[in-house]
């Protein structure tokens, strides 16, 4: 059974960069079959998503938080990284990764595994 | 790129059949079956319920549905239980930049 496991601070500092690891187990995360990315839930609030990466280290960030997001992948660990700079408390959420299909695009198509959430507070 | 609206909360007694929209443009429900429903419990990760539009993935009981009119797509729950109160979110590829667009989260109640 396929298993996503993020880790990371739980607090970061405004300014500052978040940094989030996602480990994969129970599969590997070179299929040519997925994207593997990340999605954020402020609390309260609803999803949205942040930026896939496909195995081969092609990415894809939402507009909206491209020039901040920095998406990599290590296949020889089976994990992905999150990096996200210049945060505010704008930023706090749970910090979700998630598998996905790739069989039209990077985003948009069904996720079916996620990882438990990790909630990253931006606070000082 | 806004997200695609559904409505806030919706409820409905055990054994009951409740629908939840969700409505966006033609240049994503409406323009692609690419339409997926997820259900959140309190505090646990969303979990895939319908995708491209209608289909179910192995697990997931066929009391849930899903369909699609135009702009709108629409998650059925029949036969409603107790463990089925969650918040439910769509999702769908859209034609911009953004290429996904979730909608904005219903609530069910179980009354």
């Known amino acids: 059974q396929l298993q996503l496991q993020e880790s990371g601070p739980g607090l970061v500092k405004p300014s500052e960069t978040l940094s989030l690891t996602c480990t994969v187990s129970g599969g590997s995360i070179s299929s040519s079959s997925y994207y593997w990315g990340w999605i954020r839930q402020p609390p309260g609030k609803g999803l949205e998503w942040i930026g896939s990466i496909y195995y081969s280290g092609s990415t894809y960030y939402n507009p909206s938080l491209k020039s901040r997001v920095t998406i990599s992948v290590d296949t020889s660990k089976n994990q992905f990284s999150l990096k996200l700079s210049s945060v505010t408390a704008a930023d706090t959420a749970v910090y979700y990764c998630?598998?996905?299909?790739?069989?039209?695009?990077?985003?948009?198509?069904?996720?079916?595994?996620w990882g438990q959430g990790t909630l990253v507070t931006v606070s000082s | 790129q806004s997200a695609l609206t559904q409505p806030a909360s919706v409820s409905g007694s055990p054994g009951q059949s409740i629908t939840i929209s969700c409505t966006g443009t033609s240049s994503d429900v409406g323009g692609y079956n690419y339409v997926s429903w997820y259900q959140q419990h309190p505090g646990k990760a969303p979990k895939l319920m319908i995708y491209d539009v209608s289909n179910r993935p192995s697990g997931v009981s066929n009391r849930f549905s899903g369909s699609k009119s135009g702009n709108t797509a629409s998650l059925t729950i029949s036969g409603l239980q107790a463990e089925d109160e969650a918040d439910y979110y769509c999702?769908?590829?859209?034609?911009?930049?953004?290429?996904?667009?979730f909608g904005t989260g219903t609530k069910v109640t179980v009354l």
């Open positions: 999702s769908s590829y859209t034609s911009s930049s953004t290429l996904e667009v």
């Open positions: 998630a598998r996905r299909e790739s069989r039209i695009a990077a985003a948009g198509t069904p996720i079916d595994y």
